[in-house]
């Protein structure tokens, strides 16, 4: 297995770290998988929580990027954890041809607040669509690299929702810089609901036994999500909320089959 890190901008949170297993000579990585951790969008957590998923996804054969992003507290939250996140995964097109990375199937595997994330940002297409001018702040770009599946892990897949409840102290006010009353713009750009239906699968895996992140986040998007042409599945699996993010644990062993299926 070979590690790789680079930064894709100038903060000290603008970095991934590609995991790639061995390969045959002349042949490609099967797509690649972007992990994004959670946290509840704060700096006190970071890509520490992701790094033993891509190298558990490297070992098992699949390339992993996991990538850092700046949080709310840390130069992050309203626009520039989005824009990080849109510039992190737009950083595989330049590591594509001296790693022979295939692009054409590129899924995130995502957290808690990285599953939110990981799901926002395979509605980017959209973004535009929604009729407010906070959309060009994330920086979106029509050239940039496409997720092609998603698998949330618990989710925050229900922006409004979240809020409603005060999930985790106000974390979605804190990641926004405000309530919705005050700033509607972005937190209808930043909430994964706004942009529905997707064109891409999405798996909504969830723990039964998850006091963080409740059942709602994902159900609600689920349900949400039927009238497109490719409804977004949920999963429930045993565990509590970080039995996602342990790899000896079933929860994590199911979204690490869900990706593979998703590379194809």
Known sequence: MQQHRYQYGQDPSQWGELFLPDLPAGSKHRGVVVVIHGGYWRSTYGAELGEPLAKDLAEHGM??????YRRAGNGGGWPGTFQDILAGIDKLAALAGPYSLDLGKVVALGHSAGGHLAVWAAGRDRLD???TAEACQVNNTNDGVRLTGVVSQ???LNLAEAERLGLSNGAVGNLLGGPSSDFPGRHRVADPMAVLPLDVP????HTTEDNDVPLC??????????SGAVPARLVTVPGDHFALIDPAAEAYVTCRELVGKLLG
Do not use: D, P
């Open 202 to 205: 999405v798996y909504a895996v």
């Open 154 to 156: 618990s989710g925050v």
């Open 129 to 131: 669509g929604l009729g």
């Open 63 to 68: 390339a992993a990027w996991n990538l850092e």
């Open 217 to 226: 986040m994902s159900t609600t998007y689920v349900e949400a999500s039927r």
